[in-house]
């Protein structure tokens, strides 16, 4: 394993970007809804869906500011801030930004303003078009996209994080269209049809052409699209090699809690720092989407993130999948900025060069 390791990075290019990341040290992570409120009700959201917003965040400050002394004392480096809406808590959301590295989900209604917040990496929700956004998101009335476009024009701070729905792949040109026109850059995650829904919603029909879509707006915007061909594939098919996603290989489970004790023993990689907490900022759940939902529906990006990169040695049997883990190792670390995001943006077309196109 060593030598294959070896013999791969004789190449400058991949060199360069594994220096990188295994300069800025291992991660330990935790995910936090830092509020359990939250100014809209998307259609499905995990949230409200799972019951998450029974916990409900302490009105007093001192017991937030614990939390984050307790999370530093045991050594967490990476916060993923969801909730509820974290626009609407921003004194809280400051310190987390003051204290570690991170990354924050936002449905893009209120702007995070720039003074105080220069450098959080912030992912912008979108999930269609503005007709589809409007029925899925904005409860048939609000056209959430245009506002969130007007908040974070040209924001560098900025990424569109696109969940994109199996039905409305023909959608995905015109929406990456106005994303890369507003002067950001773009994620996709793929929409888990937790209500059921149906029809052009149901993640039974599969993505394959949202897939060929994604696969387009990278050879199109080859510096703007912020996740490759083989992740793109891996998230949305759920298969990583001979696994298939669920809840016996997910790595992001939170390894205090009791009713992980079983999964924890199975053998297969987990991140034993992480944790999802509740917006109670004490109590963890199963992981960061979901309390008992079936994992079959879950096409979390941030998820499967975590998935490929525990999963290292399965991609060292030749250079080319080496390559398949290492650019979304890279993509990880420099959207959320552990590596300097402008001189990662650069490196982008060659990355997506080298990972080519995965149908
Ligand atoms: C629960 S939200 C909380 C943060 C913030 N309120 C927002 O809208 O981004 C966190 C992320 O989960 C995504 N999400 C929620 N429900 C989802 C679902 N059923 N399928 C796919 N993504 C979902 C949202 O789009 C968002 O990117």
Redesign the pocket.
Known sequence: MVNQLKEYLRDPFLRRLYTEIRNAGPLKSIAVDITHV?NIR?A????F?EGMDQHHSPEDEAAFDAFIMREKARGTNFVTI?????SLVLPRLKKIHDNFWMNV???GLRKIPYEGFEKMPI?V?V?GNHETDKRLRGGGKRDIFAQALHNYRDDPRAFW?Y?ATPGNAHEIETVVAQCVDNGNCVLF??????LGLGGDLDYRRGFAEVRREINRMIERYPNKILMTSYFSKVVSTGRLYDEHWGYEVCTSISSDNEVNRERIKNGKPYNPHFRAYNADFSSTRRCC?GVDRDCASC??TWEHFSWVMLNMKKHLGSQQEFINWLTTMYLFYMTNRIVDFDAGRKLLPEMHRRVGDIS
Do not use: I, K, M, S
């Not at 499905?44 to 949230?47: I, N, S």
């Not at 969801?82 to 974290?86: N, Q, R, S, Y």
């Not at 995650?189 to 937790?194: E, G, I, T």
């Open positions: 939250c998307c499905g959201c995990y949230f869906g969801v909730g509820g809406e974290p989900a936002t449905n992912g929700a999930w994080y969940t995650n793929f929409y888990c049809d937790l989407t096409f979390d």
